[in-house]
């Protein structure tokens, strides 16, 4: 067997680690912060318990599959718990829809009921679309290590897949096919920010996302997401993984033109037969292969590649409780185009009218008692840069103060006023992200799906260097946790192929 080092102790590095040390491997994990779990983090004060990373759980089958062919069952180490109902709507026009947790007939029929018309047959139909996309995307693309489009072009089993999955028809489009409700073609461009993505640029295919969504329904895992990455570092400790937190990665070392180790910024080093990055594919073939030929090409390509949306978020401690409120909250904007415009624009700003997001756990264990709520509120932004590369300054004296009084300001117009109830608030912007996660720009994907071949296109798993592999959601399949759990057994598989 091999020796392994992963750099990065996020959820696809823990999972690869996991899923490579149940195998019989030696596997040590280098993580330049002080915690596990990367983006996927549960911040705690004073009583109150926020998700600061990834809010949201679905497909819980790529992590059920995980923990049993790891060492038991997933319920067995963390609280997994449906919601019913999962979201709330809120459109410009006043409308509100309250979301099922599950199944897609179910949340047609409340789109039906709260909006009118055509809504309900609509959107059943577009799931219906959804789902045999999902079908034929899932085995050939999502989880098997491919890379670029003629991949899954090649792949399709007849042309009506190719037709099906419409590979140069924008998500915007497919909408405008399906839907006659701007507000449920409103509800579809949201999903484009799942993967950091402009509704208007990114592929038809991520349709699939609501439709995995309603289907296999909305989770959340009592005391937080947070304790999804708690679980898989017991899970790998139990596996004999090593982890060593506060142990930042300067260089990979090559040996005879392959992977050969990792030296520390410390000026030690790691030597290992197998390097698995769990870092910005930017990051990994810029800085970490900083000068290596294939490296630099891969870069070179990278840098060309659309980057993904940031993220600002508020952490707000509430006194009382709020009416009217589900686990997931979503007020959207007049003029949703806008939004996209302040963020992929040539000079991008802070979204002056944002979709707003809430999520305000109804869980004990995040919150001090049943008198006080727990927010996590994020509105989709720009990158953060010195201005210059459709970036902006997130560092600028005032600029986050400003900007969190007027996203506040914003609810109270869409009919939330917390004002005198904020007991405390925090902030995190692009540039704390950039900072913590070492995220270039805050991006939160890594690349966006923006462009027909986005997609379809991100790093692959595999290296051109041999012996060094990238899993996490800026290598393929993407970004996300059901996804991200796919990168991870992706990677044990090359791994145990290369073995």
Not at 81 to 98: C, K, M, N, W
Not at 176 to 190: A, G, Q, S
Not at 417 to 426: C, P, S, Y
Not at 477 to 490: K, R, T, Y
Request: charged residues 20%; proline residues 7%.
């Amino acid at each position: 067997m091999s020796t392994v080092v992963v750099i990065g102790a996020g959820v696809g590095g823990l999972a690869a680690a996991a899923r490579l040390a149940v195998k019989g491997h030696s596997v040590t994990i280098v993580e330049q912060s002080d915690q596990v779990g990367g983006k996927l983090r549960t911040y705690r004060r004073d009583g109150f318990a926020f998700d600061t990373g990834p809010s949201l759980f679905t497909l819980p089958a790529v992590y059920r599959d995980l923990f049993l062919k790891t060492g038991g069952p997933f319920e067995d180490a963390v609280d997994l718990q449906p919601l019913e109902p999962a979201f709330r709507y809120r459109f410009a026009d006043g409308s509100t829809v309250i979301m099922p947790g599950v199944d897609p007939a179910r949340c047609a029929a409340a789109l039906g009921a709260s909006l009118g018309g055509t809504a309900e047959a609509d959107w059943r139909a577009l799931m219906q679309r959804g789902g045999a996309m999902w079908q034929i995307t899932r085995e050939p693309f999502l989880q098997s290590p491919l890379d670029g489009l003629k991949s899954i072009l090649s792949l399709a089993r007849n042309p009506q897949d190719i037709r099906t999955v419409a590979p140069f028809t924008s998500l915007r489009a497919l909408g405008k096919e399906y839907l006659k409700d701007p507000r449920l073609i409103t509800l579809l461009d949201r999903y484009a920010t799942y993967t950091g993505s402009d509704p208007r640029l990114a592929p038809a295919v991520l349709a699939t996302v609501p439709y995995v969504e309603q289907t296999f329904g909305a989770w959340h895992l009592g005391g937080g997401l947070g304790t999804l990455a708690e679980a898989l570092g017991a899970r790998c400790a139990e596996r004999g993984v090593t982890i060593r937190l506060n142990t930042p990665v300067a260089t990979i070392d090559l040996a005879n033109g392959r992977a050969s180790g990792v030296t520390l910024e410390d000026g030690s080093t790691i030597p290992a037969d197998i390097i698995v990055a769990n870092a910005d594919a930017g990051q990994v073939y810029g800085t970490l292969l900083a000068g290596e030929p294939r490296a630099a090409r891969l870069a070179k390509d990278l840098a060309k590649s659309p980057a993904s949306l940031a993220g600002f978020v508020l952490l707000l401690a509430v006194k009382g409780r709020t009416p009217g409120l589900e686990h997931h909250n979503v007020w959207f904007p007049e003029k949703y185009d806008e939004e996209f415009d302040d963020i992929f624009g040539r000079r991008p700003r802070p979204v002056q009218d944002p979709t707003i997001y809430a999520c305000v756990p109804d869980d004990p264990l995040m919150r001090p008692d049943a008198d006080h709520e727990s927010w996590f509120v994020l509105v989709n932004a720009p990158r953060h840069g010195d201005g210059s590369d459709r970036t902006f300054d997130w560092s600028a004296p005032g600029v986050a103060e400003a900007y969190a009084d007027h996203v506040l300001a914003v609810l109270t117009r869409r009919g939330v006023d917390l004002a005198g109830r904020i007991l405390w608030q925090e902030m995190r912007t692009p540039a704390d992200y950039e900072r913590d996660v070492r995220a270039p720009g805050g991006s939160i994907y890594g690349t966006s799906s923006n462009g027909s071949r986005a997609a379809f296109q991100r790093p692959a798993n595999a290296s051109p260097i041999p012996g060094l592999y990238l899993v996490g959601g800026s290598a393929h399949p993407g970004g996300g946790l059901p996804l991200v759990g796919m990168s991870a057994e992706i990677v044990a598989t090359l791994v145990g192929r290369a073995s």
